[in-house]
Nanobody, 124 residues
């Protein structure tokens, strides 16, 4: 069964950095477009960042642009999200997602595979 497993979340103070990781269970994911989404309590799941199959194209939500960086290592079947200058409003469960198409996408409905999420809490 195909799986995506996130790790790297935690409790940090405002201004700190965290790096989230997402491990894919199958090598075929190396050809998939991928993304990070997040969901705060009582809110809809929202787009954070997306990357195409070879890392040559990325896109970000305006709220994280310039602070977060998405990257991938296809040799290791890994997806990453480097988060710098964290703010309390970044507090959420973060989910990685994968889609059969190789290109980037920023809609939830574009993704077929989802991880279980990792919690990020930023204190002020």
């Amino acid at each position: 069964q195909v799986q995506l497993v996130e790790s790297g979340g935690g409790l940090v103070q405002a201004g700190a950095s965290l790096r989230l990781s997402c491990a894919a269970s199958e090598r075929t994911f190396s050809s998939y477009g991928k993304a990070w989404f997040r969901q705060a309590p009582g809110k809809e799941r929202e787009f954070v960042a997306t990357i195409n199959w070879n890392g040559g194209r990325t896109d970000y939500a305006d709220s994280v642009k310039g602070r977060f960086t998405i990257s991938r290592d296809n040799a290791k079947n890994m997806l990453y999200l480097q988060m710098n200058s964290l703010r309390p409003e970044d507090t959420a469960a973060y989910y990685c997602a994968a889609r059969w198409e190789a290109a980037t996408a920023n809609r939830r409905d574009d993704y077929e595979y989802w991880g279980q999420g990792t919690q990020v809490t930023v204190s002020s």
